[in-house]
Every structure is written in C-alpha cells, then in structure tokens.
C-alpha cells in the first residue's frame, strides 16, 4: 500500500507548505501560552576548572530578550531534595520549549546556532534565573518529512552563583553578583584624596593593567572610611594605595581581614569555622585510632 502522495513525508529535504504551517502554528502558539525570558551568553576567556566544574573568568554581558513557553507549569521535574556532603541539595529544574525559527530570529547563527548548555535564562514571571544543563535539538525530527527540529527542548535547573560577573545593564540580574559575591571590608586609613564610587574597579599597584590585586566595590561607608570588595584578584597589602580607575580615588588601604566574609550566610563564614574547629578539634592527640 503506497503512501499518500499528497503529503512529502519521505524524508525530502525540502521545505513544504505543510512543514510551514506546523512551524507558524508552533511558533504561533509560543507567542500566544509563552513567557518573554532574558537569554544570557556565558562569555569567557580560559577553559573551564574539570575538577570542580568551575570557569572563574565567565561572565554575562550579552542578552537576548524572546519568547519561550514553559513545559513543566505543574512542578518541578526534578527528584527529592537530599542531603549530600557538601548539604542540603535542592534540585529545581524544569523544561523550556523555543521554535527553532524563533531562537534564530533574536540570535543569529553566527552567535550562537542553537541553545548553548551553560548559558542562563532569566524568567521574570518565575523571578527565577537558570542554567542550560541540557538541549534536546532533535524533537519533532522528520516530522512531514523535515530534516531539521522545528523546537529546542531546554532543560534548565535553577542557576547556583560561583563568582562570574554580571553586566547585562538589566539591575535585577546585575544584582545577584553584588548579593551572592564572597565580600571582604578593607579599613582604609583616615587620609585620602576623592569618594570611591560603588561598581567601579580599585587596584593596588602603578595602573590596572599591571596591578598586584583588583576588585570591584559592592558598598561604601564613607563615615567609616570602609569599603566592601567583590571579584577580587590578587592579595592587596596593608600600607599601600587603593587606587579607583574611574573616580581616582587614592586612600591607603589600613587593615583587613580576608578570611571575614561579610555575606549574611553564617555557613559561608570562614573565620567562624575556624574558630568553631580549633573549639572542637583536640590537637593534643597524638595517636586517634589507638592507645599507643
């Protein structure tokens, strides 16, 4: 029995009108049930850290805004949260669904041809940023007979911060660097030229280019002469100048303490674990396994 002649379903590579049709209506109905997401591009410069899964130079700046329509509404479709040796790990992921055409309309192939794992998606109706674990690229493959997939099924999980910087120009997104960043105060000396500014880059040494240490300030308390520090680089030295590459502020940088984080996470607190383990450890003991 011969197949229906009317309809090129044999694998043919070319774009018929019923292959046109099934992507409007797909595109269609993303426009009509979707969610206009934020797309962030990881940009980096070294290869990521295969050891701890990490790339210390990624950072966001490019983003692209379209429409995506969001599979899993009724739950999260990832298992129980579980305790693990590193703590409670809560596992939320859910699936994202783009046509192909619409992903190539906001980006073009020459950036990127398809959703990148890695990259973040910003949903604002879920107030909830996440990261691209895994695209499925071959949904809806041959369907009427097209070679190519008409969507890209995107699995996401919700995005864990590890220190990469953000400068989209989008304050919401921008701020996650700010909250989640490690942050150590330095105590600057009470003589200095300028106000720093926050979001501007200090540096210790002749220029940036060249500098022993950099970081970029996430607060300022003039009335203290204290500023709080992100994205550090480097080992800044008491007595020497804290340089502001934009407003060219110039104080001496009098004491710190790298080991005092100031987030709000107690966990996070490396003086304080420190302090709780020379309490409970007992260092006298020379033999633990035995009585000799």
Known sequence: MATNHYFRNNG???????QRLMEDLMVEVTQIYGEDVYYLVRDTEEA??????????????????????????????????????????????????????????????????????????????MNSIFEIKFVQHENEYFQLGRREAMIY????????????????????IDQIENDMSYVIRLNLDTAGVGNFQIGETVYQGANLTVSTASAQISDVFPANNVIDIIDIKGLFMAGANVIGETSGTDWVLDSYDDRQDHMDYTVSDNEYMEVGANTNLDKTETNPFGTI
């Open 12 to 18: 043919s590579a070319a774009v018929t009108n019923e």
């Open 153 to 172: 099924e995107i699995r996401v999980e919700k995005y864990i911060f590890s220190h990469e910087e953000f400068d989209t120009g989008i304050d919401i």
């Open 48 to 125: 990521v850290d295969l050891v701890f899964g990490e790339d210390p130079t990624s950072k966001f700046e490019t983003y692209y805004q379209m429409e995506m329509y969001i599979a899993s509404v009724e739950s999260w479709t990832s298992g129980e949260d579980f305790f693990t040796k590193f703590g409670l790990q809560v596992n939320e992921a859910t699936n994202l669904v783009v046509p192909r055409r619409t992903f190539r309309k906001y980006i073009p192939e020459t950036v990127l041809p398809r959703p990148r794992e890695g990259d973040l998606i910003w949903v604002p109706v």
